[in-house]
């Protein structure tokens, strides 16, 4: 993997790491450009940049300009799919140290002790996992949004008084929400560029710990499993009612059929 030549060796050297969350994925096969990695595909972006793409539709530019940005972004919009209406994003500032160790500083920039591609890969995984988390946490607040009524309801009255359409749109958000994020990007994967670079474990930890990847994914989960059971209690209500119909139906159709036996036998009496 060859050094990009805008990455200056020089200390106090900066460069942005921007991320965006684009869409569902990106179709990264026969992207025109200088590969300085292959998964995740990395490409020099003119003199002055490098554009990090995941295939879970996420794309990291670093040391890019805002025009650079922009017309890297329309190169790049027919290969997104399922494109995001909002984009989700995130921005770090990464700097050349003078420390004989990467730092990570809370709420600073990421100094490390030099600008290999392999060091801005780790970075790159990192905010693009945590891009994808926020537009997930964003996306469960909503279905929560949703299905706090419909809770609230039940709790006052013991029942809703939701039909059966509104019933089963509630279920189709809550599963809809529930496919999209599940598994669709493994947090708990570590870069590819620590396969080649176990030496940046320690870089990746402390990012990992900076963005609480492992945190977020857990409280995630547990709102997940939280929509999961309140789609199962909704399919339960439409399974009640539907069992009461039928035993409703039931009923009138013995009675029915008891009020004709009985006219029959009058009837007969009659003759």
């Given amino acids: 993997m060859t050094k990009p030549e805008f990455i200056s060796a020089d200390v106090g050297a900066r460069v942005t790491a921007h991320a965006l969350h684009v869409g569902d994925s990106i179709n990264t096969k026969g992207f025109e ?8 595909l990395a490409i020099k972006v003119g003199k002055t940049g ?4 995941f295939r879970y539709g996420v794309a990291v530019l670093i040391g890019l300009s805002s025009e650079d940005e922009t017309a890297f972004l329309a190169r790049l919009t027919p290969r997104i ?8 994003e995130e921005t770090a500032l990464v700097a050349r140290g003078n420390e004989a ?10 100094q490390l002790r030099d600008m ?19 537009n997930d946490e964003r996306e469960v607040a909503k279905v929560f949004e ?3 009524p419909f809770a609230k309801e039940l709790a006052d009255h ?36 620590l396969w080649e670079r176990p030496d940046l474990e320690r870089l990746y930890a402390r990012l990992e710990d900076e963005y609480e990847l492992k945190e977020r994914v857990d409280t995630l989960n547990r709102k997940l499993a939280v929509v999961a059971e309140t789609a199962n209690t909704l399919a339960d209500i439409i399974d009640t009612r539907r069992s009461l119909r ?11 059929e008891i009020v004709v036996t009985f006219y029959q036998i009058y009837a007969a009496r009659g003759h």
Avoid: H, M, Y
């Avoid at 450009?33 to 292959?38: I, N, R, Y």
């Avoid at 490098?50 to 793409?53: D, E, G, R, S, T």
């Avoid at 039928?246 to 029915?256: K, R």
């Fill in 101 to 110: 160790d990467d730092q990570v500083q809370a709420g600073g920039p990421i």
């Fill in 81 to 88: 799919g399922g494109k995001l209406a909002r984009f989700e």
């Fill in 146 to 148: 949703i299905i706090e």
């Fill in 246 to 256: 039928l035993e409703l139906i039931v009923v009138v159709l013995i009675a029915f």
């Fill in 33 to 40: 450009g200088e590969a300085l990695s292959a998964v995740p």
């Fill in 50 to 53: 490098i554009a990090v793409l």
């Fill in 158 to 193: 013991g029942q809703t008084r939701r039909d059966r359409k509104g019933v089963l749109k509630l279920i189709g958000n809550a599963l809809l929400v529930q496919q999209r994020v599940s598994g669709r990007v493994a947090i708990g994967e570590k870069p590819d560029a």
């Fill in 116 to 134: 290999s591609p392999e060091r801005l890969l780790v970075i790159a995984d990192v905010l693009a996992k945590s891009v994808v988390l926020a």
